[in-house]
């Protein structure tokens, strides 16, 4: 089993509707989470990290996590067809490790 | 741009040559990381350093991959007699480390082996 899973997408969404992303993770240890977005071709930016059991807003982005149920989400309201990219989940012990990232299509 | 630099951006070479790729972070990160990405899949780690000190390598680094971090600054790191299977992206990030989980990366070094 992968550490990290991540729906595989793609997921094509409507401009200005929300788009639902979705992570799980193996390990029950694991206390820090990240949302990287990455446009064909560039490296991986990060748009957020959550530590804590509940939700973190940013801006449209909001990261969800539930500890007991080893699951982390990132929501993207009024989605933009700039927000067209693969979006990682990861999780962090010293390294980071990856799932394999959900592609988003935002449909003008 | 995170401040994380790395050169050259595109290296092609031929089956049996060596590469070294560069990586300059952001300057009061003390760690630094090393991870190779392959098409659709996400980056998967290979070796970080604490300051100058090598402190985790993946077992996804053969004998033929080797990375220094000469006085806690930049990185190399350099693979020998490369072959077709080394064709990926590789990435480099850097981190405050206790002081901040957060990595930033670079834009990456795209090597092709022909």
């Known amino acids: 089993q992968k550490e990290v899973e991540q729906n595989s997408g793609p997921l094509s969404v409507p401009e200005g509707a929300i788009a639902s992303l979705n992570c799980t993770y193996s390990?029950?240890?694991?206390?820090?989470f990240f949302w990287y977005r990455q446009y064909s071709g560039k490296s991986p930016e990060l748009i957020m990290f959550?530590?804590?059991?509940g939700d973190k807003e940013d801006g449209r982005f909001t990261a969800q996590l539930n500890k007991a149920s080893q699951y982390v989400s990132l929501l993207i309201r009024d989605s933009q067809p700039s927000d067209s990219a693969t979006y990682l989940c990861?999780?962090?012990?010293?390294?980071?490790?990856f799932g394999a990232g959900t592609t988003v299509t935002v449909r003008a | 741009d995170t401040g994380v630099s790395q050169d050259p951006r595109h290296k092609i070479t031929k089956r049996g040559q060596n590469v070294t790729f560069r990586c300059d972070p952001i300057?009061?990160?003390?760690?630094l990381y090393w991870y190779r990405q392959t098409l659709g899949q996400g980056p998967e780690f290979l070796t970080y350093?604490?300051?100058?000190?090598?402190?985790?390598k993946s077992r996804l680094l053969s004998d033929r991959f080797s990375a220094e971090r000469p006085k806690g600054s930049f990185s190399t790191l350099e693979i020998q007699r490369t072959e077709q299977g080394d064709s990926a992206m590789y990435l480099c990030?850097?981190?405050?480390?206790?002081?901040?989980?957060?990595?930033?990366f670079g834009p990456g070094t795209r090597l092709t082996v022909t």
């Open positions: 990030a850097s981190s405050l480390g206790t002081a901040s989980y957060e990595q930033y």
């Open positions: 390990d029950r240890g694991s206390q820090s």
């Open positions: 959550i530590y804590s059991n």
């Open positions: 990861a999780v962090i012990d010293y390294k980071l490790s």
């Open positions: 300057s009061e990160h003390n760690r």
């Open positions: 350093f604490q300051n100058e000190a090598q402190l985790e």
